[in-house]
């Protein structure tokens, strides 16, 4: 068995509040097997360059609680390249790193597949603020993107209330309605329009008139990215002239994507940190580290690439041929809970929300 003298741990791709939890983890778990960890700096980008530097128990001190990442970001299309691919084995040479924690979402685990198979091992843990990484039911940076979203919903409504207005309101998501979704339920918004549903605009006027009727006053509608950028501000000038209702539009964009992560995602993050450097030192690598049903497991790397394009649609079940049928139906079996619980809280949320 590989024998680990030394680790790199990076960030790739969005940021997600948490990551520096992991972070945190990682270079202490590392060290407690008396492992040297190195940080690489800008995701890819710098371990294509060599940014990179050591990391002691003292330097990840006061991080747990800090948004962003320390160790910063980037997406790298570079390392897609072959040349890219070479420059970034070399400099793991060059340090003598001997595997990789990377930290991030689907492009990133792409990233570590690609250094694993060119002889990197690497372990991957989902960090991004949208949830969609279908391994996994959560995503480390979704629980305070969700709070974030929240709050700053709950300070709309205030306003709404005062000045009998309507505000949409476009979260972050990428194609994910999981932010959206969610906090439209829990901050009581009038409608939620995702990718994943059909929205039905004549059926939301015909609710704000009646429950303005009935002595309503403010109107949140959330609308979440993926239905285009244009989506959300048209859809609050039709809701003006359709109900009479004044209504503002607001996008959040960023500004969800920072601040102090929640004690959840700083325990998800610290288990997923710690359970990632235990299977690298075992030898298991091409893995991304997910939390089912509450327990933090190991899923195969192309497997979760693959179950991700499939519950996207990125492929058709035809094209996983070099999978057996039994993992094929396990797939299919993951994307439908994965649906049919998205589809009890947009049901939930049509039916109470009012
Ligand atoms: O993946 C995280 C995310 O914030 C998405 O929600 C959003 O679509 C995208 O990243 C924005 O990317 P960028 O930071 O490059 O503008």
Request: hydrophobic share 40%; with cysteine; proline share 2%.
């Amino acid at each position: 068995m590989k024998v680990f003298k030394k680790i790199g741990v990076l960030t790739s791709g969005g940021d997600a509040p948490g990551m520096n939890a992991a972070v945190r983890a990682v270079v202490r778990a590392a060290l407690s097997n008396g492992v040297e960890v190195v940080g690489i700096y800008r995701g890819y980008s710098g371990l294509i360059d060599g940014d990179i530097k050591a990391l002691d128990i003292r330097d990840v001190s006061n991080t747990i609680n800090k948004g962003g990442t320390v160790l910063y970001s980037d997406r790298c299309p570079e390392l897609k390249t072959p040349d890219g691919l070479a420059k970034a084995v070399e400099t793991c040479h060059k340090f003598g790193i001997d595997g990789i924690v990377t930290i991030g979402g689907d492009g990133t685990f792409r990233g570590a597949n690609a250094l694993t198979k060119a002889g990197v091992p690497c372990v991957g843990i989902p960090g991004t603020i949208d949830n969609d990484i279908t391994s996994t039911d959560n995503t480390i940076g979704f629980d305070t993107a969700m709070n974030t979203t929240l709050d700053l919903v709950d300070k709309l409504r205030d306003t709404c209330e005062s000045h009998a207005r309507c505000n949409v309101v476009e979260v972050m998501g990428r194609g994910a309605g999981d932010i959206a979704l969610n906090t439209a339920i829990a901050s009581g918004s009038t409608a939620v329009a995702i990718p994943e549903f059909d929205f039905d605009e004549e059926e939301l006027f015909r609710k704000i008139k009646t429950s303005k009727k009935l002595g309503k006053r403010n109107f949140i509608v959330t609308v979440s990215e993926g239905m285009g950028s244009d989506y959300a501000p048209t859809l609050a000038k039709k809701i003006q002239a359709e109900t009479g209702v004044e209504t503002k539009f607001a996008r959040f964009a960023h500004i969800v994507r920072g601040g102090t992560p929640t004690l959840r995602d700083r325990i998800l993050a610290t288990r997923m940190g710690a359970y990632a450097v235990d299977r690298l030192l075992q030898g298991k690598s091409n893995i991304v580290i997910c939390e089912r049903h509450d327990e933090i497991v190991a899923r195969d790397i192309t497997f979760a690439l693959d179950l991700d394009a499939l519950y996207k649609g990125v492929v058709s079940e035809g094209e996983l041929q070099g999978y057996g049928a039994d993992v094929v139906e396990e797939m299919k079996r993951e994307c439908r809970e994965r649906r049919e619980k998205m589809a009890a809280l947009y049901e939930i949320e049509g039916r109470l929300n009012l």
